[in-house]
């Protein structure tokens, strides 16, 4: 299971979402992509974190298994981008690196990102 960055703020900020990724964590493998965690980082910042942002990333980087963009998962990731940006309003590039990331390792994607909703191997949170 691939957690996207809404998934890891649900979980960081203890809400109803947030226990369903935990016992997600709990019974399953996960990965994060590493673009996650710059959006991580970037959730602190905004919402005056800035003290909790390393703590998030060590606690994300220890629960999963951090994935990188490689060359293949980047081309996809803009030939994903230029599909969706037809269907779906608001879908920007790094939902496409999440969603390719996905994509290129055969794994489902646990979000409550609503961009993501028609797509097969996702799991909305609800």
Do not use: P
């Amino acid at each position: 299971m691939l957690l996207d960055t809404y998934a890891w703020v649900e979980f960081f900020i203890g809400s109803k979402s947030g226990k369903r990724v935990l016992r997600v964590i709990q019974e399953n493998r996960c990965f994060t992509s590493i673009i996650s965690l710059a959006e991580i980082v970037d959730w602190c910042l905004k919402n005056g974190l800035k003290e909790k942002a390393k703590k998030y990333v060590e606690i994300v980087e220890r629960t999963s298994t951090i994935l990188n963009i490689t060359k293949e998962i980047a081309i996809l990731a803009g030939e994903i981008n230029q599909e969706r940006k037809k269907k779906v309003k608001g879908w920007g590039m790094i939902d496409s690196m999440i969603l390719a990331t996905a994509t290129f390792y055969k794994l489902k994607v646990l979000t409550g990102d609503s961009h993501f909703k028609d797509i097969d191997n996702v799991e909305i949170l609800e």
